[in-house]
Structures are given as structure tokens and as C-alpha cells.
């Protein structure tokens, strides 16, 4: 099994894995990440977003030999010095979350779309960009609302 | 999902090389729709020979052509400026393509070297007239797409760009599987340089198929009310729990209206 290493939350990690090993298989059972939750397995729900060198992916269709010497955030990353991130604040403020299955990746693919799409942003641009999460919970209404003031923050 | 040995080389030759050498060896690009199918158990290959240590990505506009690097991302396709200008039907087609996550690890390359029966890219190729460049030849789309998942590409050949002609105007209407966010029925009209009208449609058949009489009539006029009374016939197409036969075919024909009516 090859060694391989990466940055993951700003730190230095290192571990052993398989040709086979996904990127979340990593994060959960090597590093204990398990923030990262698997919701399908035909790569459509989202549960599993993290940042791969600065982009929002799917961990559950990312091989994670092939993330060697990437930065990779996950949801633990997001809150600093004890205080949760302006999205994650905004989610817990807004009620956008019930189970909080779907709510890490929602939280990842937030923060993401707006460091693409700007602070400011309509209803119809944050339900476009929320099409690869899927929440089986809230109706999205919430959902949109805190993404709404969590990009306002942030 | 099955083990396999993981390589990555640097080179496009070393790549066919280590393809040749393998005992059943597959190409990955963004893995997006390999990886979800070795999870499903559908392939499980020997080797994966990753692309992505080629570094070939970007958008070139010439002034006849765009030229796009295989290893392009959708989200770097639909983001580029450049391509705006010069082919805005393009750039909006690649922003479509499933959900934001999908456009930042899919390219071009993989989605035209797998030709899914709904894959986007396959009508723009098509309607375009576009030339698919390998690491051995150039093929004309026409030649390239062969049927369902099929393609003329060989074992050890690897698609490396794709040349798009800039036309006059093009356009592409969508009608997405809501689940999936695949193609029920896509079609990408174009009108190119020297006038002639190309309609390509996805999501409806066995694969990526051009439709004659809607080209006749576009050619005459390039407008929506054309294709008043003009449908394909629903008796080859896909029928599944989404939509019948009969409504792909009707949905063709209010897509390619609605894609003439975008054109730009
Ligand atoms: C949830 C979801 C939604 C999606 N929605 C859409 C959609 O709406 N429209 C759409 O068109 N697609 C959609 N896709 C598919 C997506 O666009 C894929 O990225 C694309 O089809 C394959 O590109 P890839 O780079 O990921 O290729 P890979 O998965 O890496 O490879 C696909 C196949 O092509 C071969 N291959 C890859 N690169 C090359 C190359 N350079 N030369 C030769 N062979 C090669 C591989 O061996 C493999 O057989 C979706 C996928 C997912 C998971
Ligand atoms: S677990 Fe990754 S998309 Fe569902
Ligand atoms: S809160 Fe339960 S799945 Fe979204």
C-alpha cells in the first residue's frame, strides 16, 4: 500500500491507502473526519462535499491517491478559534437544518458558491447551485435563507 | 469497489504505453462517471491510468476555431470568457452539465471519449461539426460517435482536444432528468459559417443523432416557427420510467424551437 500525504484543515497528514481508497474512506476511517457523511452511492446527494485545492467536490467520487500533496477543507475546517464560520452560524440562526445529514455538505458547497457567485445572491442562483445537495429533511426553504445571510457574512 | 494498480503518468505517451502494458486497463479523467460505476460494480479494471498528471487544460479561441484541451473541467469551459464570445451556446451547455461538484472534476475529453446516450457535449460536437484530436489521429465527430457508449476512439488512444468551428449562431435547449440532471432530451442547433444549419440531439436515442428535415427547414429560415409540423419519429427512440418514446419525440421538437430561439 503506498504512503501518501496531504494537507488536510491546515494540517500535515499522512497515511497508508489502496488504489481503491475514496477520498472520504480517508477522511472518516484514517483520519476520524467523520463530519464527511456518505448519503448515496451513485454520487448525486452531495453528503460528502469537501474542497479539494480550493473547490468544492464529491469525496465519495475522488480517489484519494489522487489528492497526494493536495489541501483538502472539510467541514471541520470551517470553524476557527472556537467560533463557527459565518455559513455554519447562519444555518444554526435559520433553522436550515433538521436530521443535519445533508448539512456539512451543504455548509462546503455554500461556502464554495460563494467564493464563486459573490456575497450578494438571489434565490434562484442559490437553488441552481444547490442542485448536486440533496436533503431529504427541510424543503429547502430554510436551506436557502441561511446560505442567503451566511453569504452576507461572510 | 475492486482494487487496481494506480498510475499517473506525465506524458501522453507514456500514458498509451502504460495502457498497452496493462491487463485490462482503463483511462480516468475526472472519474465521474468511471468511479461511480466501479463502485456500482459495473468495471472493475486492473489498472487506472489517471490522466490528470497530463496537465492539459484551457480554452484556445483561433479565429476560425476553439480549440478545448481534453483534461478541461465543465466549470472552466462554462467560466471562460473567451468562449463566451466566441461560442455562447457552448459555454452555456457546460454550465449545465449536473451540479457544481460534476463540473469541477468532469472534462471534456472523458464525457466525449464515453458518449453517454444523454451526455451534453456529444450534440454540441455533432451540430458543430466539431474535430475530436487523439494521440494518434484527428476524426471529424460525424466519424467519432459510433452508438450507444461507443466511440471510434482504439484501446490506447486518448482523446487530447477538441475543435470546435465558431459558427454563426448556435443554441442548446435541455430538458434534464431532474434526478439524475442527465439530458431526457437536448438539442443543439447551429448555424455555421458558410450558412448550413446542423440539429443534434441527445437524451432521445441509442446515441447522439442529427435530424435531416429540421436542418432543411432551418437553412431555408432560421426561426422557431420553421419547425411548425417538423417531429422525429418516436419508433427508435428510448422509452423508460422518465418519459415514453412519444414524449421524447415531442419534446425534441419544442427543444430544438426553444434552442433556436437562444441562439446567439
Ligand atoms: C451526479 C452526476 C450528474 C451528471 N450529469 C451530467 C449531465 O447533466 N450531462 C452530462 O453530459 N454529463 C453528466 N455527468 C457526467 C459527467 O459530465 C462526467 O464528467 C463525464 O461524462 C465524464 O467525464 P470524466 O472526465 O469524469 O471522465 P471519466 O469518468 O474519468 O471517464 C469516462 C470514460 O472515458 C474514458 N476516458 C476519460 N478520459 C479519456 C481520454 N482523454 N481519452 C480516452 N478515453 C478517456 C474513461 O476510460 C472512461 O471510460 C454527470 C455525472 C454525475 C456523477
Ligand atoms: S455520498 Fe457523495 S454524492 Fe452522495
Ligand atoms: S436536514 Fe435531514 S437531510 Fe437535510
Redesign the pocket.
Known amino acids: 500500500m503506498p504512503a501518501i500525504t496531504m494537507k488536510v484543515n491546515g494540517q500535515a497528514v499522512c497515511g497508508d491507502v489502496e488504489g481503491r481508497t475514496l477520498l472520504v474512506e480517508f477522511l472518516r476511517d484514517k483520519l476520524g473526519l467523520t463530519g464527511t457523511h456518505v448519503g448515496c452511492d ?3 446527494c452531495g453528503a460528502c462535499v469537501v474542497h479539494v485545492d480550493g473547490k468544492a467536490v ?1 469525496s465519495c ?1 475522488t480517489l484519494a491517491i489522487a489528492c497526494a500533496d493536495s489541501e483538502v477543507t472539510t467541514i471541520e475546517g470551517l470553524a476557527k478559534n472556537g467560533k463557527l464560520h459565518p455559513m455554519q452560524e447562519a444555518f444554526r440562526e435559520h433553522h436550515g437544518l433538521q436530521c443535519g445529514f445533508c448539512t456539512p455538505g451543504m455548509i462546503m458547497s455554500a461556502v464554495d458558491l460563494v467564493k464563486r457567485n459573490g456575497k450578494k445572491l438571489d434565490d434562484e442562483t442559490i437553488r441552481h447551485e444547490l442542485e ?1 445537495n440533496i436533503c431529504r429533511c427541510t424543503g429547502y426553504q430554510n436551506i436557502v435563507a441561511a446560505v442567503k445571510a451566511g453569504a452576507a457574512n461572510m | 469497489m475492486e482494487n487496481f494498480n494506480y498510475i499517473r503518468p506525465a506524458k501522453v505517451a507514456d500514458a498509451a504505453k502504460a495502457m498497452k502494458k496493462a491487463k485490462d486497463g ?12 466501479m463502485k456500482q460494480g459495473l ?1 472493475s479494471p486492473s489498472d487506472i491510468i489517471d ?1 490528470s498528471g497530463l496537465k492539459n487544460s484551457g480554452v484556445k479561441v483561433g479565429s476560425k476555431s476553439v480549440t478545448i484541451q ?2 478541461t ?2 466549470a472552466d469551459v462554462a467560466g471562460s470568457k473567451d468562449l463566451k464570445k466566441a461560442i455562447p451556446g457552448l459555454a452555456k451547455l457546460a454550465g ?4 457544481p ?3 469541477h ?7 466525449v ?2 458518449n ?1 446516450p ?5 450534440s454540441a460536437c455533432l451540430a458543430l461539426g466539431a474535430t475530436i484530436h ?1 494521440s494518434d489521429r484527428k476524426l471529424a465527430a460525424d466519424k467519432f460517435f459510433t452508438g450507444m457508449f461507443s466511440t471510434a ?1 482504439k484501446d490506447t ?4 482536444a477538441v475543435e470546435f468551428p465558431i459558427p454563426k449562431k448556435c443554441g442548446y435547449a ?1 430538458f ?1 432528468n431532474p434526478a ?4 431526457m432530451v437536448g438539442v443543439f442547433v447551429a448555424q455555421l459559417a458558410d450558412g448550413s444549419v446542423r440539429v443534434a440531439v ?1 437524451g432521445a436515442g441509442a446515441g447522439v443523432f442529427r435530424v435531416p428535415e429540421m436542418e432543411a427547414a432551418l437553412s431555408k429560415k432560421f426561426a422557431a416557427s420553421s419547425l411548425d409540423g417538423i417531429a422525429v419519429k418516436s419508433k427508435n427512440l428510448n422509452s423508460d420510467m422518465h418519459a415514453s418514446a412519444e414524449y421524447r419525440a415531442h419534446l425534441i421538437t419544442v427543444m430544438a424551437k426553444r434552442a433556436v430561439d437562444a441562439a446567439k
Not at chain 2, 444523454?118 to 456529444?122: I, N, T
Not at chain 2, 488512444?157 to 487530447?160: A, C, K, M, R
Open positions: 451513485t454520487s448525486q464529491k467520487t448536486g | 482503463k483511462f480516468m479523467s475526472g472519474g465521474m462517471t468511471l468511479l461511480p460505476t468495471a490522466l481534453a483534461g473541467i465543465h449545465g452539465i449536473g451540479d461538484h460534476v463540473r472534476k468532469g472534462t471534456i475529453g472523458g464525457s471519449a464515453n453517454d444523454a451526455a451534453d457535449y456529444p487523439t476512439l488512444e486518448i482523446v487530447t435541455k434534464p439524475s440532471l442527465y439530458a441527445t
